[in-house]
């Protein structure tokens, strides 16, 4: 499995897709927010999901996710899937991305010209009292904190 990329500024400038679920029922939604590294002697891929998104109900109820990247062309369908709800309805249909389906409980999209498959190895929701004060204040006020999801990558497409 190989990954060469310019990791700092894959999910914070470029962004990508989470998704979860299977074929006939899953949901995505854009992150900015990620990480890869090593954990446990396995190669991981790191994901924060607030509770109050849809996708945090397929991340809970599954155990494999994706993360997918997009040429820059495709940033308005991302923007779709970064600012409308699965739970309000169909916004992949407002996008030009094709689901495909990966495995058993596991998609991925035609367009994506990189496509991490995770198993979801560990998951903690963040706690407020170790974060920066200026940190909670900022992102946290309202909503409850991120989910953190770690995934052993998989597969890598
Ligand atoms: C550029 C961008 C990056 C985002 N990054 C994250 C993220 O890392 N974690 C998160 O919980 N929400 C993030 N969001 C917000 C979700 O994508 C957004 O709330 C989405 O509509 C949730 O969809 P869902 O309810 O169908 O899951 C981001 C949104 C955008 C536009």
């Known amino acids: 499995m190989e990954f060469t990329t310019d990791i700092l500024s894959l999910f914070d400038k470029k962004w990508a897709l989470v998704t979860a679920g299977d074929i006939s029922d899953f949901n995505a939604m854009t992150i900015s ?3 890869m590294g090593t954990l446990w002697s396995k190669p991981t891929a790191t994901v924060y999901i607030k509770p109050v998104r849809y996708t945090h109900d397929f991340m809970e109820a599954n155990d494999y996710f994706t993360i997918s990247f997009f040429e820059e062309k495709y940033r308005g369908a ?11 309805g169909d916004k992949m249909a407002e996008t ?11 998609v991925g999209y035609v367009q994506a010209y990189r496509t991490l498959v995770c198993r979801k ?3 903690q929701d963040l706690e407020l009292s170790p974060m920066p004060e200026a940190v909670r204040e900022t992102y946290y006020e309202k909503e409850a904190p991120h989910t953190m999801y770690i995934g052993e990558i998989v597969g890598i497409g």
């Open 33 to 35: 927010w990620g990480a």
């Open 96 to 106: 030009k991305l094709t689901p495909v389906r990966i495995g058993e409980n596991i």
């Open 78 to 88: 991302l923007k779709i899937l970064g600012t409308k709800s699965g739970r309000d």
């Open 121 to 123: 190895i560990y998951r």
